[in-house]
């Protein structure tokens, strides 16, 4: 499964294709239907319209990113609130299984505190190789890797106003997240569906300040 804030990323740049793709096409027409006079008058609505779209399509991909931005500064913060009585067998000398960290794992993909408590106990294990590889990581690694998907959409989304050879062979769009090229960043970030659990962790106002420095670069 795609994560699902990358197929935002992806729809958003599959429904801009289309457009931009439609809005040429009526720039052609307008070239073989008028005259050069009236097809130039014509082509600068379009044109607007072509610019417009652009920034539209930016400004949703921005906005997807700083969702996921918000998401992770929430996430981030180790709430002791969040911790249950399962803490007290990860604070114990008990032994446990690879399946029975599996399990607790399942079982707190949306509790972020609680995770870090779980894979911390993994990683000081004598061996903690034999409970297998366990895909986790902290939410500043993480937004790293929206970071990189978002400007990598922007630059699409640039690719396609310019009109470059995308236009005819979008495979940059549908190959966007590709999981053997990107099998690393897509193991760091998962699915993604746990973040909207974040939101609902108690927070205070001024942590939710520290990724405000994370931005998408622009591309034109």
Not at 69 to 85: C, I, K, M, P, W
Not at 88 to 113: H, M, P, V
Not at 142 to 156: R, W
């Amino acid at each position: 499964m795609m994560n699902v804030y990358l197929k935002k990323y992806q729809d958003i740049l599959e429904a801009y294709y289309m457009k931009q793709k439609a809005l040429d096409k009526q720039i052609e027409e307008n070239n073989k239907r008028y005259s050069p006079e009236y097809a130039e008058n014509e082509n600068k609505a379009v044109r607007a319209e072509k610019e417009t779209t652009y920034e539209e399509a930016k400004a949703l991909i921005n906005k997807t990113f700083e969702n996921v931005r918000l998401l992770l500064a929430y996430g981030s913060f180790l709430n002791v609130e969040d911790l249950t009585a399962d803490r007290l067998i990860f604070e114990s000398g008990f032994n446990l299984t690879k399946e029975d960290i599996q399990g607790y794992l399942e079982r707190y993909a949306n509790n972020f505190t609680m995770k870090r408590l779980i894979v911390d106990w993994v990683q000081k294990q004598p061996h903690p190789e034999q409970y297998g590889d366990i895909d986790f990581a902290l939410p500043s690694d993480q937004l790293e890797v929206y970071k990189k998907f978002g400007e990598k959409a922007l630059y699409i989304c640039g690719l396609i106003y310019a009109n470059k050879s995308i236009m005819q062979d979008p495979i940059e769009i549908y190959t966007f997240a590709d999981e053997t090229m990107n099998k690393h960043e897509l193991d760091a970030i998962g699915s993604g569906i746990e973040l909207e659990g974040y939101r609902k962790k108690r927070v205070p106002e001024s942590h939710l300040h520290i990724f405000d420095k994370v931005n998408l670069s622009t591309f034109k």
